[in-house]
């Protein structure tokens, strides 16, 4: 990335819309809000489209948004609809006149946590997903196929095993602690079903749980223990899948995500890759990272998942 070039990258997740303005390596504003469903639902480019002007509307005023070189998005669905992430595409270059890059958000993981590099990351925050680029450029990948048919392990999961957990206790099941952890968010456990259909994002309600089941598992709770150690587990077979053939020196991954932030979960996880002979490497960067990869460079190696200026770049 040259000095002098104006970047805006952007991080459009379920739960969180994060866009930065960056000035070579320098990060000069920032600003986020909530997230989209994904870009791959209906209308969703123009739903993703929507929320990016209203989030850079947030940064602070002064930057020098008009003298923008390109821009890097890294967008929730993209992988379920390369039509709707063309149409974002397009829909950003008209509006700022520059290069545009649309990619997913795993894949920009990939790119900022290894910095272009082939290599699997394994991304543990509402959902879950593992992925590797091989030195061929091709994807491979395991779960992240969203909270009714996947992302176990993840803290929508961990979070939805606490909540069961807890109305089991409540029903005269396993003793845990999780039942009067669940007092953070009801006044009565019969009232949970109540709150999470009220969610209008019950994934990431169920979320909002798993860090009160890692407190209980790390000081003792049984039934949270078991719940965090399957929840490791699960995603120890996810790497495995997503690693595939890949040599023994391949098989090393960057860990992302809210959920291994925790150092306790991260220590158990750590400790359940290298059973699997994988070794856990530090992380480069992160999704915005990615992105302002993408804006800023072509011919990478996850070139043929990178949607540029409305269409595939290069054909």
Not at 39 to 54: K, M, N, W, Y
């Amino acid at each position: 990335m040259e000095a002098t070039a104006v970047v805006l990258v952007a991080d459009v997740g379920k739960s969180r819309c994060r866009v930065e303005l960056r000035s070579g390596s320098e990060i000069i504003g920032t600003a986020d809000q909530h997230g989209i469903p994904g870009v791959h639902l209906e209308d969703g480019a123009r739903t993703a489209f929507a929320l990016l002007l209203d989030t850079v509307s947030m940064l602070p005023p002064g930057l020098p948004i008009s003298t923008l070189t390109g821009i890097g998005a890294a967008v929730a669905g993209v992988e379920a609809s390369a039509e709707n992430s063309r149409e974002l595409a397009r829909l950003l270059t008209e509006r700022f006149s520059v290069p545009a890059a649309v990619l997913s958000d795993a894949t920009a993981a990939q790119l900022g946590a290894l910095q272009g590099a082939a290599g699997t990351i394994l991304i543990v925050g509402t959902g879950a997903v593992a992925f590797r680029f091989d030195d061929a450029g091709t994807l491979h990948r395991a779960d992240g196929w969203g909270p009714l048919l996947g992302d176990r392990g993840s803290g929508r999961w961990i979070g939805q095993q606490g909540l069961q957990a807890v109305l089991q206790a409540h029903d005269g099941g396993p003793a845990t602690t999780l039942l009067a952890a669940a007092g953070a968010l009801v006044e009565s456990p019969e009232m949970l079903p109540a709150w999470l259909a009220g969610s209008d994002n019950p994934a990431r309600t169920m979320a909002r749980f798993a860090p009160l089941v890692l407190h209980a598992a790390e000081a003792g709770d049984a039934v949270a223990r078991g719940i965090v150690d399957e929840a490791c587990g699960i995603l120890t077979r996810t790497v495995v899948r997503a690693a595939g053939e890949a040599s023994a020196a391949e098989r090393r991954v960057a860990l992302l995500g809210g959920v291994v932030g925790s150092a306790f979960f991260a220590g158990l996880l750590r400790n359940s890759l290298a059973s699997a002979g994988i070794e856990v490497v530090a992380a480069l960067g992160d999704g915005l990272d990615g992105a302002a990869l993408a804006a800023t460079r072509r011919g990478l190696l996850q070139e043929r998942y990178i949607h540029r200026d409305g269409t595939n770049w290069p054909d």
